[in-house]
């Protein structure tokens, strides 16, 4: 939402609001309660962050899986290689079951 600069505001409880919460941090810091309304924001505002962090935590894996492995830890590389190479059992596994089970049939 965009504020008038000149303090000609549209909703007049704009600044009645504004004003609220800043009483609201006031108290906060005095070791008042808080009241409802600014739990509520602060919880809305701490999801928020959350998803923000969730966003930026996928896009660093993807970038670091298609780097080339030079510079990615050897720690790093052994647990990639170590689930690779998990996957790669489990697969072979369930083609040999299946092999099984068409020789019984």
Excluded: A, F
């Excluded at 909703?11 to 808080?34: A, F, I, T, V, Y």
Aim: charged fraction near 65%; charge should be positive; hydrophobic fraction near 5%.
């Amino acid at each position: 939402r965009i504020r008038v600069p000149d303090g000609d505001s549209t909703l007049p409880s704009d600044m009645h609001g504004h004003e609220e919460q800043r009483k609201r941090w006031s108290s906060d810091s005095s070791g008042e309660p808080s009241s409802d309304e600014s739990r509520k924001r602060s919880t809305k505002e701490h999801r928020k962050r959350k998803k923000k962090d969730r966003k930026k935590k996928k896009h660093r894996k993807r970038d670091r899986s298609n780097d080339d492995e030079s510079d990615t830890s050897d720690r790093e590389r052994k647990r990639k290689r170590r689930h690779h190479k998990r996957k790669e059992d489990k697969k072979k596994r369930d083609k040999s079951k299946h092999r099984k089970d068409e020789k019984e049939s």
